[in-house]
């Protein structure tokens, strides 16, 4: 997911707005939900600020309609203004070895659609020139390597499909997607942690556009099933690189998912026209070379983000902060030391860099690492009724709020991940 063609002109940066001078809760915000007779488990009694959902112990079928949203958040955990106890929100549970399989061929499948036709062409292209030269070994060599990546392709897809067809049987589904992503809920025990003013209640009920942070080679925390479920009325759309529908085995698989190209008309239309919440990975291609935590520092693009809040303001949506605690270890991405790599992905807006996973696999599935999603508090902006677009000012002054809103989530939570001397820099 991309937004990097969304850039509005540089701007200069303001201080970071004080999270006091927020504007007052949205009038969509409903009554809280009645008070129950009995707090759910791992809660805290009393006042809260914080909710924990833990999606990987949620049932299977959650997602369809006879699970009310009432009864899921019923198993949320709670806790005060400091957030959750150290380390007790990045551990990994135990999963089904269908489960497992299933994401790991079908995250090796999914990335194979991005570079299998590119390097079935390039070997294609090489046989046709060794036949044409006359040079037998280069036309078998470039022979052999096609019939490899091909096989190799359809021998994962194969595996995946079967492992799908027994999902979609056991959970009598006619979607393949869904099956995809309730078991990336489990194969990252995936939780998601709100506060009151972020929760399923408070902004389900209109159109917002989250923006999810940082992005990793590839934002998983984003191809889940939860958030049709939990955090819309209506539909949730989600959107991705332009390039990336360029390819058409990628293309099927996100439309059919009802992913749309990462343009302000597609996102203003979203919002505006349908009344459809957007989500967006606000760091783009740029967030794919941010590298891992290891020097304690995670690295976040934010800087120049400011379009999609200049799209909000017209539309008159909430902006909700997402950051994805361990969306960075998923996959180490190879770059070159002159930065040529990143450049060219960032200039044509998709990634070229190679890149390891899970058993040091090049171009494999994703490590089983866990993941925390982590919502920060909404950035309210002004109704606006007629749609005027917002002048630089406004937009610079929201954008400030964002950005104040994701450093206040990442120092919240990142003693609960276990990153507790881990620094957000926001470039």
Request: proline share 9%; glycine share 8%; charged share 20%.
């Amino acid at each position: 997911a991309d937004t990097a063609s969304l850039q509005a002109p540089s701007l200069p940066s303001l201080p970071l707005a004080d999270s006091s001078t927020s504007p007052p809760p949205p009038p969509w915000h409903p009554a809280p939900p009645p008070a129950r007779s009995r707090a759910p488990a791992g809660s805290m009694p009393g006042d809260h600020e914080y909710e924990c959902l833990e999606l990987f112990d949620l049932p299977d079928d959650y997602f369809k309609d006879k699970h009310s949203l009432e009864s899921i958040l019923a198993k949320t955990k709670k806790a005060g203004a400091s957030g959750f106890p150290p380390g007790s929100l990045n551990s990994l549970h135990p999963i089904t070895l269908a489960a497992a399989a299933e994401r790991i061929t079908g995250g090796a499948g999914y990335i194979s659609l991005h570079i299998i036709p590119g390097w079935v062409g390039a070997f294609a292209c090489c046989h046709v020139a060794g036949r044409y030269l006359g040079r037998a070994d280069m036309a078998d060599g470039a022979g052999l390597l096609m019939g490899g990546a091909l096989t190799y392709f359809l021998g994962i897809w194969a595996v995946w499909r079967c492992l799908a067809s027994h999902f979609m049987a056991k959970w009598d589904l006619t979607d393949q997607n869904i099956v995809s992503q309730r078991n990336n809920e489990k194969y990252f025990s995936l939780r998601a942690v709100w506060p009151k003013a972020a929760s399923p209640a408070a902004v389900g009920r209109g159109p917002a556009i989250y923006c999810m942070v940082p992005h990793g080679l590839l934002p998983l925390a984003s191809w889940v099933r939860m958030w049709q479920k939990m955090f819309t009325s209506r539909v949730y759309r989600w959107t991705a690189a332009p390039a990336l529908f360029s390819l058409p085995g990628v293309k099927h698989v996100l439309s059919k998912a009802g992913v749309m190209p990462a343009r302000a008309q597609n996102i203003r239309k979203a919002l505006i026209e349908e009344k459809d919440s957007v989500g967006v990975v606000l760091d783009g291609v740029a967030g794919i070379f941010t590298g891992s935590h290891s020097d304690k520092k995670e690295r976040v693009y934010l800087g120049n983000r400011k379009a999609i809040v200049a799209i909000a303001l017209q539309a008159g949506v909430p902006l909700v902060p997402v950051y994805v605690f361990g969306h960075t270890d998923l996959y180490d991405v190879i770059v070159d030391p002159f930065g040529i790599l990143k450049y060219l992905s960032c200039k044509y807006n998709v990634a070229l860099s190679p890149f390891v996973g899970r058993w040091g696999w090049p171009f494999g599935p994703p490590r089983r690492v866990p993941l925390l999603m982590a919502f920060g508090e909404p950035v309210v902006v002004p109704p606006n009724k007629d749609g005027v677009k917002a002048d630089k000012s406004e937009v610079e002054e929201y954008h400030a709020k964002l950005v104040s809103s994701f450093v206040k989530c990442f120092d919240t939570h990142k003693a609960s991940y276990g990153w507790p001397d881990t620094e957000l820099v926001v470039e």
